[in-house]
């Protein structure tokens, strides 16, 4: 069984074409893992990847098999793998993240401030920080193995990916994103950008991977907080970003200990993302699993 151990999940290789990906409590920021973990973080994760695969397989398949802990292989069955555990078809991944956008934030923020545009979508002047966008945009990205992930236009993208597959997940990727932002409307909340990782199966089937519109792929804002010209508060870990900028770490190894009410705001920021989403107890999760 071949382990893989990426940032936050470790992917362990079956051998029979399936895959078993288990969410930790690691928390990055600034493309450093934190030393300290928070508390239950991979079961949100999980929980809010479950909800989104159930909810948008009429769109594209996902790669889920099972993530019940009875149907798990013997050795993910203890009660550390419960509720963060998925078994999941192995695909071959396509070399970009998949993002859309549907309000100016983030790098999306920092590019337009530059050039007016975002991934090559020319935008109107004047746009604010947290203005909605016009209409959704589909931004890739590199998928970065060191480093921060850098935004590409359509040509660069092509070049990876070949034209006929880069407009098939441009196509899937706002659709994906319309159908979460109109759910997370109706739960309160504003989807400000979301990113997507897909695959091919053995017959060449375009399937979604990874995990599906959480708290560490998406950007959510309250509505009520929304106020266009200014960073609205998230449930995402830039709550533990905007510590660390207070702290004066300077954004090298080794990073700082996360303080106690920092680890319990990030663990309630996930945990509150998941319960205004899906109407359900997230305390009810972690009892019962999926």
Partial sequence: MTLLEGKVRDVHDLG????????????SAYDIIMPTPIPDKGRALTALSLHWFERTAGIVPNHLITARSDELPDSFRDEHHRGRTMLVRQLSMLPIECVARGYLAGSGWRDYRETGAVCDHRLPKGLRQADRLPEPIFT???????GHDENIGPAEAAELVGAHTLREIERVTLLLYRRAAAECKAAGLILADT?????RDPDGKLVLGDEAVTSDSSRFWPAERWSPGSSPPSFDKQYVRDWLDESGWDH?????????????G???????AYERITKSSFDDYLREGP
């Fill in 252 to 264: 090298r190894p080794p990073a700082p200990e996360l303080p106690t009410e920092v680890v319990q």
């Fill in 266 to 272: 990030t663990r309630q920021r996930y945990a509150d």
């Fill in 16 to 27: 029979d074409g399936r895959l078993v990906m288990v969410a930790s409590d690691r928390i």
């Fill in 140 to 146: 890739p990205a590199t998928k970065a193995v060191d």
């Fill in 195 to 199: 990113k997507f990782e897909f695959g």
